[in-house]
Antibody, heavy 120, light 107 residues
Framework: EVQLVQSGAEVKKPGESLKISCKGS????????IGWVRQMPGKGLEWMGI????????TYSPSFQGQVTISADKSISTAYLQWSSLMASDTAMYYC?????????????WGQGTMVTVTS | EIVLTQSPGTLSLSPGERATLSCRAS???????LAWYQQKPGQPPRLLVY???SRATGIPDTFSGSGSGTDFTLTISRLEPEDFAVYYC????????FGQGTRLEIK
């Protein structure tokens, strides 16, 4: 079964760093782009960026460029989303998702989501 | 950046009825790179249709996508109780973006 399993919920303080993960299984992880999508409480979906685990080629949305870092370790079939200094406005559900084929394609497989809460 | 505007914001219908959801882009979506997702409370989104009329794996034929250029439509031909959810369109050209969503609720 093709699936993406994300790390568990996090509660952090403003200014702290954080790295959440997304582990793929059931397919060739290195050969498919993986993306991250933010959903703030009660709001819609926001495309953050994507990475190709095979060579770590990365593209960010202009809205998230410089705010987060997307990385991947193909040896353990895992992608990451990280922050160096969290803000309260980073409180959201974060989903990883696999792209169907090319760099510019739809998301066909989704992780279960990681809830990140930033509160003092 | 392409802005996607979905309408209506909320659609109230009964099981068995036909639903028509609209997604309008601020500029032409290249190569029909438009997808639709369904999201239920507490769940991740699920891909329904892409490209813009190809159904994803396991999606029943009651769901269909159409359109080109700047105007796209998701049609659910006959609503089942499990179809009531929030629906998002997404353009996946060079700077992907999502619409704000349409809530499909039971009348």
């Amino acid at each position: 079964e093709v699936q993406l399993v994300q790390s568990g919920a996090e509660v952090k303080k403003p200014g702290e760093s954080l790295k959440i993960s997304c582990k793929g299984s059931g397919y060739s992880f290195s050969s498919y782009w993986i993306g991250w999508v933010r959903q703030m409480p009660g709001k819609g979906l926001e495309w953050m960026g994507i990475i190709y685990p095979g060579d770590s080629d990365t593209t960010y949305s202009p809205s998230f460029q410089g705010q987060v870092t997307i990385s991947a370790d193909k040896s353990i079939s895992t992608a990451y989303l990280q922050w160096s200094s969290l803000m309260a406005s980073d409180t959201a559900m974060y989903y990883c998702a696999r792209l169907t084929s090319r760099r510019w394609s739809a998301f066909d497989i989704w992780g279960q989501g990681t809830m990140v809460t930033v509160t003092s | 950046e392409i802005v996607l505007t979905q309408s209506p914001g909320t659609l109230s219908l009964s099981p068995g009825e036909r639903a028509t959801l609209s997604c309008r882009a601020s500029q032409s979506v290249s190569s029909g790179y438009l997808a639709w997702y369904q999201q239920k409370p507490g769940q991740p989104p699920r891909l329904l249709v892409y490209g813009p009329s190809s159904r994803a794996t396991g999606i029943p034929d009651t769901f269909s996508g159409s359109g080109s250029g700047t105007d796209f439509t998701l049609t659910i031909s006959r609503l089942e109780p499990e179809d009531f959810a929030v629906y998002y369109c997404q353009q996946y050209g060079s700077s992907p973006s999502f619409g704000q969503g349409t809530r499909l609720e039971i009348k």
